[in-house]
């Protein structure tokens, strides 16, 4: 397993969870979400909307800029996520094809578990590039940034 190139910590409150106190297998994607979204804007982008050329365009979301949409998530469920766990969820691989990024991604229950590599959530999840048009939403080249 190689060293994530990002990582940031979140905490596990009770809304994420069920009755049982254990975080809601949906909310896996929740938090992997955040780390996306965390790292994009660490790299210098507001994370959802890019124009053509691969500049941070801000949050309007009009016609002409690009973003991404999940198409696929895989997530292997290796540990229950606990209320008052903070979390290290990582982004650790990155691969980019011509329309979209397939990223691994990884959810360890506390610091200690992050550093001993005792993962408790898998999750492989491509993102496929895409335009909102007049024509509808439409496959698009990644953004220079990202080639």
């Not at 329309?99 to 993102?127: C, E, H, M, P, W």
Request: charged share 20%; net charge negative; hydrophobic share 40%.
């Amino acid at each position: 397993m190689s060293a994530p190139i990002f990582h940031a910590n979140y905490k596990v409150y009770i809304n994420h969870t069920d009755a049982g106190g254990i975080v809601y297998h949906a909310n896996h994607l929740t938090f992997f979400e955040n780390c996306r979204r965390d790292w994009l804007t660490s790299l210098g982008f507001d994370g959802y909307f890019f124009d053509t050329e691969g500049a941070a365009t801000g949050m309007d979301g009009h016609d002409g800029k690009v973003h991404f949409v999940v198409s696929r998530a895989d997530l292997t469920y290796k540990l229950p996520l606990l209320v008052d766990d903070v979390l290290v969820v990582t982004v650790t691989e990155v691969i980019k094809k011509s329309a979209s990024l397939i990223l691994t991604q990884y959810i360890y229950r506390s610091d200690d578990d992050f550093k001993n590599g005792k993962i408790a959530t898998i999750g492989v999840i491509t993102l496929a590039c895409v335009m909102n048009s007049e024509n509808g939403i439409r496959p698009h080249r990644l953004p220079t940034a990202f080639r």
